[in-house]
């Protein structure tokens, strides 16, 4: 029905994550309707993006150099590292505006149903940093899942000995939520992690 040209494209599409074969085939005719100096401008950033990018040889956020500008910025916070699940979360964080420390970022989180193991991790890496570097606290900002709560569990049994003082981000109701529509979990945590006003 389609051309193979059109229809390779939208199966490239088809398999990035959330795109559909409907939304596919609407990106594809979208491109095809722009015009050459546009598609080559987009072809070229394609190119670019897998030249240019590659991961910290630090903390494994995406950088253009060696190391991340995060690991490159004396004046952030060496002492407390922000461990997270991939470098999206970096990103969310940094949008926060209120954390000043390094991170590091495991590629994922432990998942023996798609056998996501300790190896296929960065987890050697995060540890030769805590014995390394001086770190004071290890900040583990997983997602709230049994694969995150997993991970997360995992990374402390291997850090205690370690000497730094391990946290976790708080979990709690979202502003704006309704306490009546709030599931069970969500209100535990609220309540656990409850704060003086």
């Not at 491109?31 to 903390?59: I, M, P, V, W």
Request: charged share 30%.
């Amino acid at each position: 029905m389609y051309p193979k040209s059109f229809k390779k494209l939208i199966d490239n599409f088809a398999a990035l994550p959330s795109i559909g074969p409907k939304m596919a085939e609407r990106l594809v005719l979208y491109l095809f309707k722009e015009d050459n100096q546009k598609l080559s401008e987009f072809a070229k950033s394609l190119e670019d993006f897998k030249k240019n990018l590659r991961h910290c040889k630090k903390c494994w956020n995406i950088s253009e150099e060696e190391y991340c500008s995060i690991c490159k910025d004396s004046s952030r916070d060496q002492a407390t590292i922000c461990v997270v699940e991939d470098a999206l979360d970096v990103f969310a964080i940094e949008k926060t505006k209120k954390y000043n420390g390094i991170y590091h970022v495991l590629g994922g989180v432990l998942n023996p149903t798609r056998t996501v193991g300790s190896d296929n991790l960065h987890f050697k890496d995060l540890e030769n940093r805590a014995e390394k570097e001086e770190i004071k606290e290890v900040i583990l900002a997983m997602n709230p899942t049994t694969e995150g709560d997993a991970t997360a569990l995992y990374i402390t049994r291997n850090l205690k000995d370690k000497g730094a003082k391990i946290t976790r981000l708080a979990r709690g109701l979202a502003t704006g939520a309704d306490i009546e529509h709030a599931d069970e979990l969500t209100l535990s945590s609220s309540l656990a992690n409850r704060r003086e006003v």
